[in-house]
Nanobody
Framework: VQLQASGGGLVPAGGSLTLSCAAS????????IGWFRQAPGKERQGVSC????????YYRDSVKGRFTISRDNARNTVYLQMNSLKAEDTAVYYC????????????????WGQGTEVTVSS
């Protein structure tokens, strides 16, 4: 059971990136998927979440209106579309799965992808 996060890169402030979280050996459609990020020297923080049972979405305040989480069951992939990126969005981004409802408590998540690095230049 593996999660693969991808799509990170270097982008200027104001730019956009789309992160992908794909799974092998199991389907994502019944899981709650969370996106987290960890900047150098800082704690991991929840960014967005999509609920497993009804696809309700949640965002941390600092990304509301700029980030969009979505699920494509045909591709077994969850996306995080990030627009109007800011320097403070620079971090390694991780996706994770849980059987529980959406939460930004990382300890509630069972499995994690390896992370993809996002760097926003100011």
């Amino acid at each position: 059971v593996q999660l693969q996060a991808s799509g990170g890169g270097l982008v200027p402030a104001g730019g956009s990136l789309t992160l992908s979280c794909a799974a092998s050996e199991f389907t994502l459609d019944h899981y709650t998927i969370g996106w987290f990020r960890q900047a150098p020297g800082k704690e991991r923080q929840g960014v967005s979440c999509i609920a497993g049972y009804d696809d309700t979405t949640y965002y941390r305040d600092s990304v509301k209106g700029r980030f969009t989480i979505s699920r494509d069951n045909a591709r077994n992939t969850v996306y995080l579309q990030m627009n109007s990126l800011k320097a403070e969005d620079t971090a390694v981004y991780y996706c994770a799965i849980t059987h529980y409802h959406c939460t930004f408590y990382s300890t509630n998540y069972d499995r994690w992808g390896q992370g993809t690095e996002v760097t926003v230049s100011s």
